[in-house]
């Protein structure tokens, strides 16, 4: 099985900031990596798919990279409407494993 | 633009069978390229992929729960449907489905807004 983990778990950021959260797979997964956006009582939101492509209609503050084994989600400028939990998942293996997640509130 | 809609009951007995229906409008479900869905999270914790239907009625079932899951399509009426035998407290989660797009590069592109199951007697 494919494990997958997120670092931080958590993370208080201000409005404008830079914020980045990192993912990292158990094993090589090449770019089968997307993000996802929960916000409390809803269901995820596709952000990212393939590592780095944006999916139709999101913000182009978000972003994807992969360096070697960690793959990274970049919020260039954090606005309001983005603090929630942020998923990783794995599209290599069938199981589509997902992240722990990465909550993101409000310094 | 396609949306999705869980159905089913709120609350169901240990031991029981757990049945959701997903109702899809504004896509057919009876052409390729979507792999439809289900996908549960228990209360407060991670996601957790259970499986698939593809429009050619082939499945694939998380491993975990592979001996409990079964899936079903009803392609005139637009649903799927997601059944897990011999439930327990355990299965109290938040379930979605969601439309999965690609092969090769494959992802949720859509989800219903959720429907919370408790396994309770």
């Known amino acids: 099985d494919i494990q997958m983990t997120q670092s931080p778990s958590s993370l208080s950021a201000s409005i404008g900031d830079r914020v980045t959260i990192t993912c990292r797979a158990s094993q090589n997964i090449n770019r089968n990596l997307n993000w996802y956006q929960q916000k409390s009582g809803k269901a995820p939101k596709a952000l990212i798919f393939?590592?780095?492509s944006l999916q139709e209609g999101v913000p182009s503050r978000f972003s994807g990279s992969k360096s070697g084994t960690d793959f990274t989600l970049t919020i260039s400028s954090l606005q309001p409407e983005d603090f929630a939990t942020y998923y990783c998942?794995?599209?290599?293996?069938?199981?589509?494993?997902f992240g722990p997640g990465t909550t993101v509130d409000l310094k | 633009q396609v949306q999705l809609q869980e159905s089913g009951p709120g609350l169901v007995k240990p031991s029981q069978t757990l049945s959701l229906t997903c109702t899809v409008s504004?896509?057919?479900?009876?052409?390729?390229?979507?792999?439809w869905s289900w996908i549960r999270q228990h209360p407060g914790k991670g996601l957790e992929y259970i499986g698939y239907?593809?429009?050619?009625?082939?499945?694939y079932y998380n491993p975990s729960l592979k001996s409990r899951v079964s899936m079903s399509l009803d392609t005139s009426a637009k649903q799927f449907t997601l059944r897990l035998s011999s439930v327990t407290a355990a299965d109290t989660a938040v379930y979605y489905c969601?439309?999965?797009?690609?092969?090769?590069?494959?992802?949720?592109?859509?989800w219903g807004q959720g429907t919370l199951v408790t396994v309770s007697s």
């Open positions: 393939a590592a780095s």
């Open positions: 998942q794995q599209s290599y293996s069938s199981e589509f494993t």
């Open positions: 969601a439309r999965r797009r690609g092969t090769t590069t494959s992802y949720f592109d859509s």
């Open positions: 504004g896509d057919s479900i009876s052409s390729g390229g979507y792999y």
């Open positions: 239907i593809y429009y050619s009625g082939t499945t």
